[in-house]
């Protein structure tokens, strides 16, 4: 059964601190059933995705929870977790579930609070995807991160300036995207200059953590002006780098767009738009070789040139949003983000960022240091 | 797409202290791909039902994790989450998914690992299902259950004598169970004299603090020996009991089995065995009301007369595993250890506690006090 996208929204991303999760929730959910033109008794199930409610908050059976407090009482809801990837997860059980037949329409909401919580008490929440050993070591994601960042750049001889290009991109993106958490335009000599968290990657090389929530509604009814849903895959991988065969991508990006490049029947070259899940500078360019839209150890020269760059690119242009580091990572809501980012740009409302014909998109969201990808590939109806 | 089971298994349950949550789903695991007959390169995706590890443990991102653990590196894997009915909703994903086509045969694993936490850190993060009010206002499920119990005696003027008998039944089957917890038989004046919980809550009518896993094997191959899933369906209500419309029955349970019975196109009285969600004693009585066996305020008497009781009853028997009053109560296990029986019923497997001539089996898993039900049923094919 084919399925589509027939609304999304976003919140603003940000620090924010005078309101809630469920005010988060009432916003994106009632602006997507708007965009979708239909009233929330269409919805028969919902999705939710979230990573660290249970960790800091001690709320779990989020589905319920938010199924009550949108006024969905009594369908049926799912709380899906997978760590920093749990929005994408989402989708792809939401999508399943109408692909089934059993549900004609269902809504999907990724939500994150984080900025409530002391930095470390975040910093440790957030191991909580990744191994025994890494957590007990005492390892942090921008600690495995920069491993990754150190390894790559050994063996490709790529320079730091590469690194720091991510974020100027993306801090230019989220400069024309009102709902990011930063709008700053840096240089890469700002990037460069920022505080060394974790050898070689800077403070501006790094997501910040955000509070957000985006919501999407998805749908086997082929209504104008839907988008659709050509491809959900997802792949894992070793929870620890450690076990991992290779340091300089991400396997589990490799092994699920392989799959929906295969199922979408299109390759890297047929996509107009990208969102990926840069948490850190690293992260983008390993995305933008394991998508397979450059060859290995050449993603960040590419960058550093603009060619991926609105207003600068040929033909692909990656995390207009600003991505997580320019429009913020509240992490169970980036992966449903992501998509509503894509929809935008394949229906032409993405504003001042408009990719101009982008027909084809593609999202990629991962958990942890890519223990879960998933990716996704949209295109207008 | 018709959707089967073609194996399952449980461990142990009980107070597992000498084991881990990975070396419990080995066990379950390995067990249901032999009974199925087929070896995990045949598991293209894996549902996860877990509702603690993030609050006791900090450890999320358990799709992956268990996808490692397993072997199965580079399968999607999900972590589904939905309190005490995280299994039953890991079944439902599970089917759905099969039943979209993207996958053909998936594996689900309930686990639990509560007894390495002191009974006050159990307490408070088995409240993580609960309201915002009841959290904070310092209630616990043996209370907010004694809430529906008092309410429901007053109504129905049913007797503390009555509620005592759903766990002798319990432990009678329990007895029967080399699995179970607890395989000592109750008789009336025990529970009636066991220490007050939470009044009218005895310490003997309350399910216990369980370690356990459980798994499926499901897919839409129809191999001889599977049994059909002929219906999954799920519902929502309040989180907290001061939003409810009722006190004396679960509303979500009745949506729910109302849904599965007319999907499956039978009635309360096709059914053969039963594993109801007993985690106290007036939730196996307002179980049976709600899911269409009995008419309101009558089933306390009928289970006191031994009517779903093995070797006395007539036709339906509940809870042959000894349900989580007996058998025990690994919250993200037992949605999943409950189809695992009544499988094992269907095909004749079921040992001392065999139901002679079962055809078809239902299962009904609650999260909360009732925000969550989650009901199967399921026949031989």
New interface residues.
Partial sequence: ?TVFITGGSVTKFGELWGTSPRVLAHEVFENALTNAKITKAKIE?LYVGN??A??LG????????F??ELG????????????CASGG?AV??AT??V????YKTVAVLGVEKMTDYKPEVIS??L??????EE?MAGATFPGLYAILARAYMEKYKVSERQLASVSVKNHFHASLNPNAQFRNVLTIDTVMKSSLVADPLKLLECSPVTDGAAALIITSADVKGAVEIIA????????GLA?RGSLTSL??TQ?ASDKAYRKAGIGPKDVDVAEVHDCFSIAEILALEDLGFYAKGTAGQSILKGEVTLGRSKHLVVNTSGGLKGAGHPVGATGVKQIVEVINQLKGKAGKRQVKGAKIGLTQNV??SG??AVVHILKNT
Same sequence: chains 1, 2.
């Fill in positions: 059964m199930s990573m660290l249970g960790i001690g709320q779990e059976h989020l589905g319920a929870l199924a009550e969905l009482t009594d369908i049926p809801a799912f709380h899906i977790e997978g760590a997860l792809h059980a399943l579930a692909a089934s037949g059993q440790t929440a191991m909580g995807a990744g191994s025994d957590r959900s895959e997802v792949a894992t991988d070793t929870l076990q396997p589990a092994t958990g942890g223990a879960t």
